[in-house]
């Protein structure tokens, strides 16, 4: 599972110093920079943690650099920790019931983020080059969770909900639906400009669309992360030319 280039270093998480640093980022990135909270959050050690923690494989960047310091992290979840667990993470958002019935091996990502002197750069390509071989590893076939925009007021992310609603749908297979739903069906497509509701979609989201990931029906208002989030899907039998190139290279 390492993946080393130039200074950057991708494994998964060893032990508890690992998982720790993977949460001080989390807690400068989600609740410091974009106002989250949350039940276990420490604020006193500065670390955003929750009950899922401990059943996640933690996928962690380390620059050597930065004297080996965590500079971006992915949360894993396949079906069989989820049984563990009791649920997927993004349960409590969405009616995963589709992706359950399809008797696919599943895994949910979650809490992706980069230190912001790494954002725009190559970072995340190596932390997705590194997911690629977890998800030939384990066998995974659908890969989903939840992604955010930041903030809660709906009506200033009508256009890009829109956009997604109408153009990025998921297939009606594996169309989870959000539990408090918010309809992303706000603006017609007709009157969407959609260069300007594609510059307002988040760049992790925009990078998951390229490689011809898709949406649920339906968003959710976490006012506790101060988020908006959304539900994406990647079937990995659906990818794009792109994103088979990342998650079929070595196979014969």
Known sequence: MALDETDFTVRLARDEDDIVAAQRLRYEVFVEELGGSGAMVDHARRLERDRFDPFFDHLILTDAKRDGAVVGVYRLLRDDQARAAGQFYSEDEYDLTPLRASGRRLLELGRSCLHPDYR???????????????????????????????????????????????????????????????????????????????????????????????????????????????????????????AAGIYTRGRE
């Open 120 to 242: 725009g750069g190559t970072a995340l390509m190596h932390l997705w080059g590194a997911l690629a071989d977890y998800v030939r590893a384990h066998g995974i076939e659908v890969l989903f969770g939840t992604a955010s925009f930041h903030g809660t007021d709906v009506a200033k992310l009508a256009e890009p909900l829109s956009l997604l609603h109408h153009r990025h749908l998921a297939p009606e297979p594996l169309r989870v639906r959000s539990r408090q739903f918010q309809s992303m069906d706000l603006v017609p497509e007709a009157e969407i400009d959609r260069r300007r509701a594609m510059l307002e979609v988040p760049a992790l989201i925009k990078g998951y669309l390229r490689l011809g990931g898709t949406v649920g029906e339906g968003a959710f208002v976490d006012h506790a992360f101060n988020t908006t989030d959304i539900c994406l899907i990647m079937d990995t039998a659906r990818l794009n030319a792109k």
